[in-house]
């Protein structure tokens, strides 16, 4: 019987720090993502010029259907995200929870998180997620809360992929056949 281990590989990139110059423009992009977890198609830039750049970089890339990292393995999906929390977590580790909510709700796969600051507001990072827990045409959500549960920010999203087919026609071999 093959075993199977299960993990999500987790990498953040914290930032506390502006994304950009300080202004109306960011607490603008911070009010209206607020609650919410933004995938992305690719990765996001150190630092964008501006305000405006960061914003603009939002809406652009913003998806809600994540394709596998290998198209012929398709077993494996990158996330790359941008989480606006509520509020400051006021602490340092927050949870990080994915359910499948195809049929229902069942919790999948769930993780803690470190981040640089109590006070910290906006956190950038990816996550890869891997079979057997996760598995191609499913949608999922995926929470990040505080210590204490409550939600801090949300998303819900579909790990497209093509699932396997199978023909239903068999062939053997001259010599399987003789036997």
């Not at 019987?1 to 590989?9: K, S, V, W």
């Not at 305000?51 to 999906?77: C, E, G, M, S």
């Not at 997620?129 to 949608?139: T, Y």
Request: hydrophobic share 35%; net charge positive; glycine share 6%.
């Amino acid at each position: 019987m093959q075993r199977h281990t299960t993990r999500i590989l987790i990498t953040f990139t914290f930032v506390a720090a502006p994304l950009c110059a300080p202004g109306q423009a960011q607490a603008g992009v911070e009010r209206a993502y607020r609650g919410k977890i933004v995938l992305l198609k690719k990765r996001p830039p150190l630092r964008f010029r501006s305000n405006a750049a960061f914003a603009q970089f939002l809406k652009t890339q913003r998806v809600d259907k994540i394709w596998p990292k290998d198209k012929k393995k398709q077993d494996r999906w990158r996330l790359e995200f941008f989480a606006f929390f509520r509020g400051a977590p006021n602490d340092v580790e927050v949870k990080i929870k994915f359910y499948d909510i195809t049929e229902g709700r069942r919790f999948v796969a769930g993780d803690s998180i470190y981040v640089s600051s109590r006070q910290q507001r906006i956190l950038a990072s990816h996550i890869e997620l891997e079979k057997p827990r996760f598995n191609i045409n499913r949608r999922y959500v995926m929470y990040i809360t505080n210590a204490r549960g409550q939600t801090l920010a949300s998303t819900s999203f579909r790990l497209n992929g093509k699932a396997e087919s199978y023909s239903g026609r068999v062939t053997f071999t001259e010599d399987e056949t003789r036997r």
